[in-house]
């Protein structure tokens, strides 16, 4: 499909279009001003909850399943290997996590079962789509099956007999400690309380993001940097890369794909299975059928919306997690209060397009949509609960449609390889 | 290699003779295999589980159903095969069957028409809306290279939270009579399509759907094999660089595909719509785009594979209700059909590649015998 890639691809301005570098003062500033955009909507609009304590805690708590469905999804893709599949390890991972948790009697050890069983996924599709040289997104569909199949049964033979369990859910898990920055939180509390402009936003997620942290998190967000060093700066993960992008000039230098595909792969559905354990074991406390409700296929989503980065898949990872948090919280009113966010967010982008740009038509669209959303905000009150909880999905869809001409895929994602298949 | 993993996948390369029989028994064998030993690490006999679905899906009204629902998984497959003939995985024809069937349930209940025009309005607002849904990923990915398989996941859950929307008393709902379900209002007599009861021993009505879906699979074999536009259809999956060489629009067959693969879709709610149920309230089926994928795959996007693959899919589906009964969980059979899905492919892989083998040693043999040469090179 490149073809069509290219062809879609806007003709060239006039003057080269200054290439825009993510650093880190233009990251704070532009936190800063996302922030500042959202305190205005919650001023304007009284929606206390867009940038409450609870709703970003919740934000960051949603955001973890993704964010590892997506960081199994970079691990293999960068490899190579196109995993669908995450979905059906994530559930693997759910029933595994519970399992574990509840038989040796501590968490962790549910932790490290998930993983397990997660990896189990991953080896079967390592098999299919390494060895047997099958096409990848038709293994994760049948893994998507087999991992639904597979967890049904066993949570009948399991934990039907267990004290308080049943056919579709397991008994209580025992839970993960929590952990928060000792001293600050009562003080950040009252600030909040003050619904003070700015000042309180920014209490708010302070307090959302340093009070009240599982362990399992802390994991979570730790494997975001680690997986960039293995990955990036290690001669390891320079030839894992390799693999994913040219698999038989790796192999002319005396890699052995295979080895870095299969373990790519086992990695990935490791880290898809943890993502499975936390909704077991942190999020809801208990497993129960259809947890995973098709978060695989938006860590997968946030993979590519982060351009196949570890640092552009936790961005996209916690946008989903905070539309998804929001609708939680007063949905109907803080998913309102967020159009306001994205006019403004629009508004800013039509200007940047003309200013920095010189780009007037994109600029004149990005403007149109920007009053289209804002008459959206004035003319409506609320937005209907259905509508509510599909705003991940749909920022999803919005995003890539603005940004998927920007992105780069592994060259030989999903490639078959052969050994020896270069003549 | 002489031949794509997509090419062989599709069919595009042929198996001859026992060969081509020799993936599909292999695939079976190895699923009952695995499924045997998972039955029998839980402690149930396998020899009885199979019999027990055997015998329970040869009675004349588990026949009927196997039949109908066989149907409704046929158009899904058909839905699905027509994107895997140009390289698109349309995984949405879950969200445009259900979007499809909820507007035309809507619409066929509101109006009051004669007998075949009031069906004809119905079946066309489905075919309308499942093809407009799916041209909104057609569209993106055309227009702005969205890859057609994160789309239409997302576009699922959207159809999704804008069916519940609709679906409420506000709207387009009403009370069913006797249940806290809601549903839309009943569609009437000259809005339903006739059922025969053509299974003896039985009263129940095999779907007169089925005479629409096997007019689908020869439009669909017809459409692939006998006309310009499925060459060029083909071609594009083959080779996109040829078909651009060759001067098709590859943007407009993308689009094309995508709107007529949803057109499809949108029919599959009809025959539990037109058929049985009369209305779309919150029980009405939900997942089978995603039995379409996996049945598409079996068979292999021929249209005669599709419908055996359909038919195993719902018999396994409709005879497992026993097992429950029998103290045995019922989803010992979607183990099956994932191995099934599984040992398919990797099975007509192996075949591939001992046929591909077997052929080379066959022509080097030749080719020593005849001329004493080295053979080397004419092989590759």
Not at chain 1, 291 to 319: C, E, Y
Not at chain 1, 355 to 368: C, F, K, M, N, T
Not at chain 2, 50 to 56: E, F, M, N, R, T
């Amino acid at each position: 499909m490149t073809a069509v890639a290219e062809a879609a691809a806007p003709p060239a301005a006039p003057s080269p279009a200054r290439r825009f570098r993510l650093g880190w003062r233009a990251a704070l500033l532009g936190v800063l001003a996302l922030l500042v955009m959202m305190s205005v909507a919650r001023v304007v609009t009284g929606a206390n909850d867009i940038t409450s304590a609870g709703t970003i805690g919740a934000a960051v708590g949603l955001a973890v399943p993704i964010g590892l469905a997506a960081l199994g999804g970079l691990w293999s893709e960068r490899a190579g290997v196109v995993n669908i599949g995450l979905e059906g390890m994530m559930i693997l991972g759910t029933w595994c996590g519970a399992w574990g948790a509840l038989t040796f009697g501590t968490p962790w050890a549910g932790v490290v079962a998930g993983a397990l069983g997660g990896a189990l996924g991953g080896l079967l599709h390592a098999v299919v789509t390494v060895t047997f040289g099958v096409d990848h997104i038709i293994s994760g569909v049948a893994i998507n099956i087999l991992g639904l199949g597979v967890t049904q049964y066993l949570s009948k033979l399991v934990f039907t007999d267990m004290d308080g369990g049943g056919e579709t859910q397991s008994p209580r898990i025992p839970s993960i400690g929590n952990v928060g920055i000792p001293g600050i939180g009562d003080g950040l509390q009252s600030l909040e309380r003050t619904h003070t402009f700015l000042v309180a936003d920014l209490a708010g997620v302070l307090r959302g993001i340093t009070q009240n942290v599982s362990l399992f998190t802390l994991l979570a967000i730790l494997l975001v940097p680690l997986s960039f060093y293995v990955l990036w700066r290690t001669p390891f993960g320079l030839r894992l890369r390799s693999c994913g992008e040219r698999p038989v000039a790796a192999e002319s230098l005396g890699v052995n794909v295979y080895y870095y595909k299969y373990l790519a792969v086992l990695v990935s559905g490791a880290l898809a299975g943890l993502g499975g354990a936390f909704l077991s074991i942190v999020a809801s406390g208990i497993y129960r059928e259809g947890q995973t409700g098709g978060r695989g296929f938006i860590g997968l989503a946030a993979m590519i919306f982060g351009n196949w980065r570890p640092g552009g898949l936790a961005g996209g990872s916690l946008l989903f997690g905070y539309t998804d948090a929001l609708q939680l919280r007063q949905g109907g009113t803080s998913v309102h209060a967020l159009l306001l966010v994205v006019a403004m967010l629009l508004a800013a982008f039509a200007v940047y397009q003309l200013v920095r740009q010189g780009r007037g038509r994109a600029a004149l669209i990005s403007g149109v949509f920007a009053v289209a959303v804002f008459a959206v905000f004035m003319v409506t009150d609320t937005v209907a609960e259905q509508f509510t909880s599909f705003t991940p999905h749909l920022t999803t869809l919005l995003v890539l449609s603005l940004a998927s001409q920007r992105l780069r895929m592994p060259a030989a994602d999903g490639v078959p390889y052969r050994k020896g298949q270069a003549k | 290699m002489s031949s794509s993993f997509t090419d062989r996948l599709l069919g595009r390369v042929r198996l001859g003779g026992l060969l081509a029989l020799a993936a599909p028994v292999l695939a079976i064998v190895f699923a009952a295999l695995v499924t045997s030993i998972i039955l029998v690490l839980t402690g149930n006999p396998p020899l009885h589980t199979l019999l027990l679905l055997v015998d329970y899906g040869s009675q004349p009204r588990t026949i009927v159903n196997i039949v109908n629902l066989a149907t409704t998984y046929y158009i899904s497959a058909l839905a699905v095969a027509i994107g895997f003939r140009m390289n698109l995985f349309n995984i949405g024809v879950d969200g445009q069957y259900r979007l499809a069937a909820l507007l035309a349930a809507a619409v066929g209940g509101a109006l009051v028409l004669p007998p075949v025009l009031h069906v004809g309005v119905t079946v066309l607002v489905a075919v309308a809306v499942g093809g407009l849904w799916a041209s909104i990923a057609g569209l993106l990915k055309v227009t702005r290279g969205v890859s057609e398989v994160i789309s239409t996941i997302m576009l699922n859950a959207i159809a999704t939270g804008f069916g519940a929307w609709l679906l409420t008393t506000d709207r387009l709902a009403v009370a069913v009579s006797g249940s806290n379900n809601i549903g839309t209002k009943p569609i009437p007599a000259s809005g339903q399509f006739p059922g025969f009861a053509m299974i003896p021993g039985t009263q129940a009505k095999v779907f007169g759907f089925i005479v629409v879906a096997a007019v689908l699979g020869i439009a669909y074999h017809v459409l692939f094999n006998w006309t310009r536009f499925g060459f060029n259809l083909r071609a594009t999956g083959a080779s996109e660089s040829a078909a651009v060489a060759s001067g098709v629009n590859v943007k407009r067959m993308v689009l094309l595909t995508m709107i007529i693969s949803g057109a499809v879709a949108g029919l599959v709610g009809m025959p539990q719509l037109l058929g049985a149920s009369y209305s779309y309230s919150l029980d009405f089926p939900t997942g089978l785009g995603f039995t379409g994928i996996a049945i598409a795959l079996l068979g292999r996007n021929n249209p005669a594979g599709i419908a055996v693959g359909a038919l195993l899919w719902s018999y396994l589906d409709n005879s497992s209700d026993i097992l429950d009964l029998e103290g045995i969980p019922k989803e010992t059979v979607i183990i099956m059909q994932g191995t099934i899905v599984l040992s398919v492919i990797i099975a007509y892989e192996l075949v591939h590649r001992y046929r591909m083998s077997a052929e080379q040693r066959r022509v080097s043999r030749q080719l020593s015998a005849g001329t004493g040469a080295p053979a080397e090179g004419a092989v590759a």
